[in-house]
């Protein structure tokens, strides 16, 4: 593994832990906000949850094409 697939990789995760922090402090310190049923009787919490799992779906798609093989490596 190179160095440009590391950073590439330890970026994504600060940005997706950013994410995940905010949703836990929220939680934790807001509980009544995460309670809301802003879309079909679907509380926030769990909306952002689902969009917690999406998000590092789409991370890892990224993160496989932007560290896939390269015209160097055929």
Do not use: H, K, Q
């Not at 802003?38 to 917690?52: D, R």
Request: aromatic residues 14%; proline residues 4%.
């Amino acid at each position: 593994m190179n160095s440009r697939n590391s950073r590439i990789g330890l970026t994504l995760f600060a940005i997706y832990l950013l994410l995940y922090g905010g949703f836990v402090f929220i939680n934790a310190f807001s509980p009544t906000t995460m309670e809301a049923t802003p879309v079909a009787g679907v509380n926030v919490a769990i909306l952002c949850g689902f969009g917690l799992i999406v998000t590092a779906f789409i991370f890892a798609l990224l993160y496989g094409f932007l560290c896939g093989p390269t015209e160097d490596d055929r």
